[in-house]
T-cell receptor, first 108, second 116 residues
Framework: AQRVTQPEKLLSVFKGAPVELKCNYS??????LFWYVQYSRQRLQLLLRHISRESIKGFTADLNKGETSFHLKKPFAQEEDSAMYYC??????????FGAGTRLFVKA | GAGVSQSPRYKVTKRGQDVALRCDPISGHVSLYWYRQALGQGPEFLTYFNYEAQQDKSGLPNDRFSAERPEGSISTLTIQRTEQRDSAMYRCASSAGQGGTNTEAFFGQGTRLTVV
């Protein structure tokens, strides 16, 4: 079955601390993975995708096929990073499966 | 427009009524997606359009749900005989590509549907 699991509903860290948002997936094909973010009162938007291997706003995510994971990391969290984060798996070319989301709260 | 536009932003309807939710994608975007998001959950895929062709409707929960995109631009998601369990945020997204890789999806603000 195709599934995306984000085990933490809420993650709270202090400003300047490292942050890791966990994501595990289940998919028999070649996965295409994304992280989406929704800031307060804003639209859901793409943060990064694994094929780009880019760092956006200091965030990176590495696809680990052996562990079927795509964890999102940032070495030093900022208050403006507080948001809802969704891991997503693209299947069949256009169908995207989202995880339940993790709310990140960065405390001053 | 600057982005994907959905209307109405909020809709309260009585059980049994029909509702129509509108999505105006970014001009020129080929692909259009509808998602439903229940409280505390991530978006759940409903259906996908490539231009005016509905290429995947596997996520529509039952035959009360239908969607169309007759001219390959604006899309309408219709829910007939609404039930309380239909209450959710309905999200629309569009992308420039035809659903392949490297095609970022841009989301609208969503329509919050409440069935009372």
């Amino acid at each position: 079955a195709q599934r995306v699991t984000q085990p933490e509903k809420l993650l709270s860290v202090f400003k300047g601390a490292p942050v890791e948002l966990k994501c595990n997936y289940s998919y028999s094909g070649s996965p295409e993975l994304f992280w989406y973010v929704q800031y307060s009162r804003q639209r859901l938007q793409l943060l990064l995708r694994h094929i780009s291997r880019e760092s956006i706003k200091g965030f990176t995510a590495d696809l680990n096929k052996g562990e079927t994971s795509f964890h999102l990391k940032k070495p030093f969290a900022q208050e403006e990073d507080s948001a809802m984060y969704y891991c997503a798996l693209k299947t069949g070319g256009f169908k995207t499966i989202f995880g339940a989301g993790t709310r990140l709260f960065v405390k001053a | 427009g600057a982005g994907v536009s959905q209307s109405p932003r909020y809709k309260v309807t009585k059980r049994g009524q029909d509702v129509a939710l509108r999505c105006d994608p970014i001009s020129g975007h080929v692909s259009l997606y509808w998602y439903r998001q229940a409280l505390g959950q991530g978006p759940e895929f409903l259906t996908y359009f490539n231009y005016e062709a509905q290429q995947d409707k596997s996520g529509l929960p039952n035959d009360r749900f239908s969607a169309e995109r007759p001219e390959g631009s604006i899309s309408t998601l219709t829910i007939q005989r609404t039930e309380q369990r239909d209450s959710a945020m309905y999200r629309c997204a569009s992308s420039a590509g035809q659903g392949g890789t490297n095609t970022e999806a841009f989301f609208g603000q969503g329509t919050r549907l409440t069935v009372v």
